[in-house]
């Protein structure tokens, strides 16, 4: 037990607050390990134990929050609406919180987009948990005969899950929403669903 009575777990969950209140405030570049000490009150060196340097920090502030997200995500996934609408309301969600993320919390989310250009592992299980969720969903819209395979193709549910993650790309890859974050897309996504949806279909 450290000496400030906090346990090990606590003291990097804190850790990680003082350093989303300081991005905030400051901007992600100007945050540092020794400032975040003398916010919890323990020396910069203790702080070493739960953080290799600063980007590890940065790394635990992002990765926090694709937890969350994805939490949220499989929320969806379980709420009862018509297959294709879930599908729909999954994807309208990872593109809103994204979107509302670089609205709201825009140094917060330059660090999220440098970790998700560099494929930090946490970013890679982001991935992998998404398409595991909308693999279930599209399989169910298999079973459900409201998705076809495409005669003479090898389209299987993973394939099709990425073909709706790369149709959709530009609403949801980091950079491209902090690109667009200024414009209202929701109807254009829902548009183009519409249009995927149709097509492995076969309508």
């Not at 405030?25 to 100007?30: A, V």
Request: glycine share 4%.
């Amino acid at each position: 037990m450290p000496r400030t009575g906090m346990a090990a777990q606590e003291i990097r969950e804190k850790a990680i607050d003082c350093a989303i209140a300081r991005i905030r405030r400051q901007g992600f570049e100007k945050v540092r390990l020794v400032d975040i000490a003398k916010d919890l009150g323990v020396s910069h060196v203790a702080l070493y134990s739960y953080f290799t340097d600063k980007s590890a920090l940065l790394d635990a502030v992002s990765e926090r929050w694709l937890t969350e997200l994805d939490a949220k995500q499989e929320v969806i996934c379980q709420m009862p609406l018509a297959t294709l609408e879930r599908i729909e309301a999954w994807l309208l969600n990872l593109h809103r919180a994204k979107r509302e993320k670089v609205m709201q919390d825009p140094e917060l989310y330059k660090a999220f987009n440098l970790a998700s250009e560099a494929m930090k592992p946490f970013v890679k299980a982001h991935l992998e948990t998404s398409n595991r969720q909308l693999a279930t969903m599209v399989k169910e819209a298999v079973d459900l005969k409201l998705f076809y395979p495409i005669e003479g193709a090898a389209m299987t549910v993973e394939a099709m899950v990425n073909m709706i993650m790369s149709a959709t790309i530009g609403f949801h890859h980091p950079k491209l929403v902090l690109e667009h974050w200024g414009e209202d897309r929701e109807d254009a996504l829902k548009s183009l669903l519409h249009v995927v949806f149709r097509g492995l279909g076969h309508s």
